[in-house]
């Protein structure tokens, strides 16, 4: 399941890593209560909405972001190898 806030559309703008988190939470607890806690666990969430190299690892700290939904930054071949390495990079920092 993928996340981008409508806001976040072509903007530029970037959820805080909090707002992704808090809506991430509510996704994986939503799937919780209405399909089962099983599919709530293995759900992948993955987070859109002006993903860069500058904000990915932060994003990535988050217990519930799981992913990223890449856009005009997968243009940006260094920016893009950050961004894949982003949660590798997340938790040896953290």
Known sequence: VAYEPVWAIGTGE???PEQ???VHAYLRKW???KVSPQ???SLRVIYGGSVNAGNCVELGRQEDVDGFLVGGASLKGPDFI???NA???ATTAA
Do not use: M
Request: charged share 20%; hydrophobic share 50%.
């Open 39 to 41: 599919v709530s666990k």
């Open 31 to 33: 799937f919780a209560d």
């Open 87 to 89: 949660f590798e990079t």
């Open 14 to 16: 970037v959820a805080t």
């Open 82 to 84: 950050t961004i894949a």
């Open 20 to 22: 992704a988190q808090e």
